[in-house]
């Protein structure tokens, strides 16, 4: 089915910063007040005003950008930076295929899905490559962007949907619907990580899978390019809104009703990521 169209972003109001909330002075996570700033340096070239910050909370060592862009902020970045329009043209693209089979394969140890919804799919990617895997299998795609219209006109998708699982409409929509709900480099870039994860919880059938790979919480921002960071291009610079060390985000896994079934450690591309799959139990 044809996606949903999204918004584009909003005008600035006169004399507000659109692209960013109050900075807090609390960690979203734990709550503490005990934060450290990890890296500081202008917009720059976004073409965003303010000052790209991430701050690490002491206690729990949850990283996150602290002022958290807005939902106009969130847009601009989808719309300023969609992502590689095709994996064709990527020297990676093999890599990366071997890499989404190699994910897909995490779910042969159990029943054959009927239904898998891909969020964040962008392009496709990921169910066109799954499909060799997972032949009996509907593979849907969700993304907040125009990606998801190529995967749909492209047949990468069954059933494309344009948007944010945590909107109403969507979730109330896709209740109970999947047996498998994957998330690959996602739910750092959401607004709350826990809404996404109480989401996919939502539109899970009991005793669905929730398939996640999340980067290495030490990489994204350890790794930056040396000197003088004002002259980071675009492209270059961390995007992550939140990054979740392995133990705080299991933990929560456990709290919203999933079941811990395997966690490893996965290294087709930097950054190092951890891929957790658990199911929902509740």
């Known amino acids: 089915m044809p996606p949903t169209p999204r918004p584009e972003p909003g005008r600035p109001a006169t004399g507000a910063d659109p692209f960013h909330e109050p900075r807090r002075d609390d960690c979203p996570w734990c709550g503490s007040r005990q934060l450290r700033t990890r890296v500081r340096a202008p917009e720059g070239r976004r073409r965003t005003p303010g000052t790209f910050a991430v701050d690490e909370c002491r206690d729990c060592a949850h990283a996150f950008q602290n002022p958290r862009p807005t939902a106009d902020g969130l847009l601009l970045r989808h719309h ?5 329009d095709d ?23 159990y029943a054959e899905p009927e239904s898998w919804l891909d969020v964040g799919t962008g392009h496709g990617h990921f169910p066109q490559a799954a499909r060799a895997i997972h032949p009996y299998t509907s593979f849907d795609g969700l993304d907040p962007t125009r990606r998801i219209e190529r995967a749909w006109e ?3 998708v069954e059933e494309a949907y344009q948007g944010l699982l945590t909107d109403p409409e969507i979730t109330a929509r896709l209740r109970a619907r999947y047996d498998v709900v994957s998330m690959f480099h996602h739910l750092e870039h959401t607004a709350d990580p826990r809404d996404e994860l ?10 669905g899978h929730l398939l996640l790979e999340v980067p290495h919480p030490a990489r994204p921002f350890g790794t930056l390019p040396l000197g003088d960071r004002r002259y980071w291009r675009p492209r270059d610079r961390p995007r992550p809104l939140h990054l979740m060390p392995p133990r705080n985000l299991l933990t929560e896994l456990r709290s919203l009703g999933y079941e811990i079934l395997t966690t490893r450690h996965c290294t087709p591309l930097p950054p190092r990521a951890h891929r957790i799959l658990a199911r929902r139990t509740t």
Not at 80 to 84: K, N, S, Y
Not at 87 to 109: E, K, Q, V
Not at 198 to 207: C, E, K, N
């Open 87 to 109: 994996g064709r043209t990527d020297p990676d693209g093999r890599r990366r295929r071997g890499h989404h089979r190699g994910a897909a394969r995490a779910l042969l140890p």
């Open 154 to 156: 492209a047949g990468r």
């Open 198 to 207: 109480r989401a996919a919880h939502t539109v899970l059938r009991p005793g």
């Open 80 to 84: 300023q930076h969609p992502g590689a």
